[in-house]
Nanobody, 128 residues
Framework: QVQLVESGGGLVHTGDSLTLSCAAS????????VGWYRQAPGYSRDREFV??????????DYADSVTCRFTISRDNGKNTVYLQMNGLQPEDGGVYYC???????????????????WGQGTQVTVSS
């Protein structure tokens, strides 16, 4: 069992940076692929893949919309995964979720279907 808790969200201005953290419980967390997803305001909005990192931290994958602006890293000693966001735009706003998958590849995380555990989310608001 893995429990995920996101933190670091808040209200920022266009162009600002923000770092989100995903703290996990569970001794096997270091073996999980971890992904970040976001959901923009509105009931009809689907959860959008942001990026993912493999168990070692050596491989990452990003959605085209955030490539070169967002960076995912992890510290398995602290059971924490980070999402560094630079150059934030209003369209980056939403609830950000981290998720862990025990059996998944980096590329398969984009669909979210292999996720075993989800966090509760943290709100990011970017004002123009």
């Amino acid at each position: 069992q893995v429990q995920l808790v996101e933190s670091g969200g808040g209200l920022v201005h266009t162009g600002d940076s923000l770092t989100l953290s995903c703290a996990a419980s569970g001794r096997t967390f270091s073996t999980y692929v971890v992904g970040w997803y976001r959901q923009a305001p509105g009931y009809s909005r689907d959860r959008e893949f942001v990026g993912a990192i493999d168990w070692s931290g050596g491989t990452t994958d990003y959605a085209d919309s955030v490539t070169c602006r967002f960076t995912i890293s992890r510290d398995n000693g602290k059971n924490t995964v980070y999402l560094q966001m630079n150059g934030l735009q209003p369209e980056d706003g939403g609830v950000y979720y981290c998720a862990a998958a025990g059996v998944a590849t980096i590329t398969s995380m984009s669909t979210g279907e292999w996720v075993d555990y989800w966090g509760q989310g943290t709100q990011v608001t970017v004002s123009s």
